[in-house]
């Protein structure tokens, strides 16, 4: 079972940019990562995928679309999320995991606070 550890969230402020990293235990080579957030009281929703092989296309949710970017490193078996331009509706934890029916056991999450 691939162990999967997020870090690199915070407290920022509106406007201000975060960089996450997911950390995989095991290969992820073949597999589409996603980002994922949970708000506070609510379910986890899907924030993008980036497919594997990765050939230039990513998939973003609509509200994040044009402000966060997500890439993988095979080869360190890491993806990054870049969140630039934050807003206050971003505060949630953000989990990685394949993007599968049967996803890998969740890890901690990295929690991103976003206010003034």
């Given at each position: 079972?691939?162990?999967?550890?997020?870090?690199?969230?915070?407290?920022?402020?509106?406007?201000?940019?975060?960089?996450?990293?997911?950390?995989?235990?095991?290969?992820?080579?073949?597999?589409?990562?996603?980002?994922?957030?949970?708000?506070?009281?609510?379910?986890?929703?899907?924030?993008?995928?980036?497919?594997?092989?990765?050939?230039?296309?990513?998939?973003?949710?609509?509200?994040?679309?044009?402000?966060f970017t997500i890439s993988?490193?095979?080869?360190?078996?890491?993806?990054?999320?870049y969140m630039n331009n934050?807003?206050?509706?971003?505060?949630?934890?953000?989990?990685?995991?394949?993007?599968?029916?049967?996803?890998?056991?969740?890890?901690?999450?990295?929690?991103?606070?976003?206010?003034?």
């Amino acid at each position: 079972q691939v162990k999967l550890v997020e870090s690199g969230g915070g407290l920022v402020q509106p406007g201000e940019s975060l960089r996450l990293s997911c950390a995989a235990s095991g290969s992820i080579r073949g597999y589409a990562m996603g980002w994922y957030l949970q708000a506070p009281g609510k379910q986890r929703e899907w924030v993008g995928t980036i497919p594997s092989p990765y050939v230039g296309t990513v998939f973003y949710a609509d509200s994040v679309k044009g402000r966060f970017t997500i890439s993988r490193d095979d080869a360190k078996n890491e993806v990054h999320l870049y969140m630039n331009n934050l807003k206050p509706e971003d505060t949630a934890v953000y989990y990685c995991n394949k993007v599968t029916a049967l996803p890998w056991a969740w890890g901690q999450g990295t929690q991103v606070t976003v206010s003034s």
